[in-house]
T-cell receptor
């Protein structure tokens, strides 16, 4: 069964304290992996798409990496405005378009 | 208006009511989606429309009825809902949803639905 697991469920950091969020996945074949950010009361905001193992993408303090089994979202020197829930989703390499989402990691950054 | 908009933002309805959720995308996309987001659960895909045609129905109960009159508008008609249907309903759009293509989905702010 296709599955996405995100860890930790919640993460508290001090401003400037770098860390990583994990997304491990089990799919029959991976067409792509997405990272989204969701603020309270809002819809998810697209961050990155990763297609193949070894790929990396960066945006400001965020860097996403992909291996054959998992993806990491590295947050360097986070600021309070980085506080949000980060969602990972995979699209299996099969007919249909359903994205399989993880439950998310809720990040809190305090100053 | 830009991006994906949804109305209403909040909705409280009784189990015998009929209501509709509206979604509009201003991105020129051809595919639209309805998702359900419940507390402590992953987003669940409900329906997919590609070029106004429904291409996926993820075993959703018939008390949820989608409608897509054109590529920019998507509705979710609700009737005789149950309290467990209370959730955040998210609309999304993407450039396409054809097999073999991979496009990121852009989400609206959601409608917070409470069924009493």
């Amino acid at each position: 069964e296709d599955q996405v697991t995100q860890s930790p469920e919640a993460l508290r950091l001090q401003e400037g304290e770098s860390s990583s969020l994990n997304c491990s996945y089990t799919v029959s074949g991976l067409r792509g992996l997405f990272w989204y950010r969701q603020d309270p009361g809002k819809g998810p905001e697209f961050l990155f798409t990763l297609y193949s193992a070894g790929e990396e993408k960066e945006k400001e303090r965020l860097k996403a990496t992909l291996t054959k089994k998992e993806s990491f979202l590295h947050i360097t020197a986070p600021k309070p405005e980085d506080s949000a829930t980060y969602l990972c989703a995979v699209q299996p390499n099969q007919a249909g378009t359903a994205l399989i989402f993880g439950k998310g990691t809720t990040l809190s950054v305090s100053s | 208006e830009t991006g994906v908009t949804q109305t209403p933002r909040h909705l409280v309805m009784g189990m015998t009511n009929k209501k509709s959720l509206k979604c509009e995308q201003h991105l020129g996309h051809n595919a639209m989606y309805w998702y359900k987001q419940s507390a402590k659960k992953p987003l669940e895909l409900m329906f997919v429309y590609n070029f106004k045609e429904q291409t996926e129905n993820n075993s959703v109960p018939s008390r949820f009825s989608p409608e897509c009159p054109n590529s920019s508008h998507l509705f979710l008609h609700l009737h005789t809902l149950q309290p467990e249907d209370s959730a955040l309903y998210l609309c999304a759009s993407s450039q396409d949803s054809s097999f073999g293509m991979l496009y990121e989905q852009y989400f609206g702010p959601g409608t917070r639905l409470t069924v009493t």
